[in-house]
């Protein structure tokens, strides 16, 4: 709790003013938690060797110790955790839940996926996000725009209850949403609070960005002692407790367990491909363990992904377009049906090739162009002028050879061999 007074930038109060002064109630429970010992200890060496990574995103305006036992639970395991807290666009304050909100935090996120770079133990090729409410939403954007991100843990993220908000953004694409996706949601809200609330009874039911998900292989979990709040750890053991449809604290705690057990078991399913963990998750609650009504879930397979150019790319880029033959070849092993035309690799290596930045990136693209269509005239023609636009001249002279000879009549080949004479 005092990492939450320095971000807060209270860091001078005193611990006795905690509870009053960050809108927890004062109570002798809530002071008898704040001198309970946490598992995690400052300054202690870490283990050697690489770990999984998880980026937590808290909610709206939240600390980025909101959820600690739960990121504990995930470091006791081998993960390597990295949270901020949430901040504003242009002052430490969000602006309302805007989409300028959401891309700032995603920007954040991408931010700390960044600084993974910095940790020796950090294996950034295993990178997921778990985030709470807000956070929920913005690391749906991030993994659109991020293919670092392998997986997302929803902790009842408001991509469910605002979706609209993500459509909003230039980078919404559900297509590009292609990992596996675990929400834990809360219970039904009963009909008396939903009126006195005034909130629409869809909550209890729709979730359409679930429904649209189309290359995701997704789980969906309802757990029916659990209010939204009571999914982050600060919620769980401060959170005053809304009398008309809380269950009580042991009900609360044992099902915020079972969320971590949940979100421990996904992601050893699907960041260190533990088997026995895919089992756990996809059986039926009671098979382990939960008592019976106290989840329900929902599972949806994924479409199989159709591999684009545009991915092949966004790859090639990323590696600086060097070691293309075996990206290309690891690629085909993946996606078998993958084969864009020569076109592609034309048009993409000459938009290389004429920015002096990026030449050699473009002769990078051609020469794999090359290797996968020796009978492309057209293609060796490019080749050729590359060398030539980066002063290899005897390599652009034989690729221009070569394409006269695949094509006779190429009139630029033969203009361009005269010139090199």
């Keep these: 709790m005092k990492v939450l007074k320095e971000e807060e930038e209270w860091e001078y109060l005193p611990d006795d003013r905690i509870l009053d002064w960050f809108s927890y109630s004062n109570t002798a429970n809530n002071r008898a938690h704040l001198n309970e010992n946490s598992q995690a200890y400052k300054g202690v060496p870490a283990t050697k060797g690489k770990f999984p990574v998880i980026i937590y995103a808290a909610s709206y305006q939240a ?36 989409e300028k909100d959401m891309d700032t935090q995603a920007r954040d996120i991408e931010y700390l996926i960044a600084r993974c770079s910095y940790y020796p133990s950090a294996d950034d090729s295993k990178i997921a996000t778990m985030g709470f409410s807000f956070g929920g939403l913005s690391n749906v954007l991030s993994q659109i725009r991020n293919a670092k991100i392998k997986a997302i843990v929803s902790l009842d993220g408001s991509i469910r209850y605002q979706y609209s908000i993500l459509k909003k953004s230039a980078y919404a694409n559900i297509e590009k949403m292609n990992v596996p996706f675990l929400h834990m949601a809360q219970k039904d809200i009963p009909a008396a609070v939903l009126a006195e609330d005034k909130l629409d009874s869809a909550l209890n039911n729709k979730f359409e960005f679930y429904d649209d998900l189309i290359y995701s292989e997704a789980y969906s979990f309802k757990f029916h002692h659990m ?49 026995k963990s895919l089992a756990f998750i996809q059986a039926d609650p009671t098979a382990n363990g939960v008592s019976q009504g106290l989840i329900s879930q929902r599972y949806k397979a994924a479409k199989a992904t159709t591999f684009s150019f545009e991915d092949f790319n966004e790859l090639a880029a990323a590696q600086g377009y060097s070691g293309l033959q075996t990206l290309y070849k690891a690629l085909v092993a993946k996606h078998p049906e993958f084969k864009p035309d020569e076109g592609k690799f034309n048009n993409l290596g000459l938009q290389l090739l004429f920015n002096k930045k990026t030449s050699q990136h473009g002769v990078n693209v051609l020469l794999l162009g090359t290797s996968l269509y020796p009978a492309s005239a057209n293609l060796f023609d490019s080749l050729a002028e590359g060398f030539l636009f980066t002063s290899q001249k005897s390599l652009a002279k034989k690729a221009f050879q070569t394409s006269l000879k695949l094509d006779p009549r190429n009139e630029n080949a033969i203009h361009k061999l005269k010139e090199l004479k």
């Design 63 to 98: 600390s980025s110790i909101e959820n600690f036992a739960l990121c504990e639970l995930l470091a006791s395991h081998g993960y390597l955790v990295i949270a901020s807290p949430s901040r504003g666009t242009e002052t430490r304050m969000m602006g309302a839940g805007t």
């Design 227 to 275: 209010t939204h709040a009571y999914f982050s750890t600060l919620g769980m053991l401060f959170q005053d407790r809304d009398k008309r449809q809380d269950k009580s604290d042991q009900e609360i705690m044992t099902s915020y367990r079972w969320t971590a057990i949940y979100a421990l078991n996904f992601l050893n399913a699907y960041l260190m491909r533990d088997k």
